[in-house]
Nanobody, 124 residues
């Protein structure tokens, strides 16, 4: 029933910023866990960020700490990923994901709902 749709990707120069959005159709709950993952060509999907049910607990992959920020707006049924100081190595397809239960481990296998992804390209 739940569908996730990402938007906000595009082409930016290194050092620039983008804000990705993930809008959920269907019913979701504030207790759900939301995450962002990314996948570059020839590489496995990797964890980027996670936000917990109250919005206060977040986790980030080491490479994006201090540059990316995940947030959620429960009233709008939307999760965001603000990406600053983008680097060429950040280029990938970015996916949002959701899980009904609390998820702490940074594993894609723990998430049940996935969007189709949005392309982020960073030029050097």
């Amino acid at each position: 029933q739940v569908q996730l749709v990402e938007s906000g990707g595009g082409l930016v120069q290194a050092g620039g910023s983008l804000r990705l959005s993930c809008a959920a159709s269907g019913r979701t709950f504030s207790s759900w866990t939301w995450g962002w993952f990314r996948q570059a060509p020839g590489k496995e999907r990797e964890f980027v960020a996670r936000i917990n049910f109250n919005g206060g607990g977040t986790a980030y992959e080491d490479a994006v700490k201090g540059r990316f920020a995940i947030s959620r707006d429960n009233a709008k049924n939307t999760v965001y990923l603000q990406m600053n100081s983008l680097k060429p190595e950040d280029a990938a397809i970015y996916y949002c994901a959701a899980e009904r239960n609390w998820v702490e481990a940074a594993s894609a296998r723990l998430y049940s709902y996935w969007g189709q992804g949005t392309q982020v390209t960073v030029s050097s």
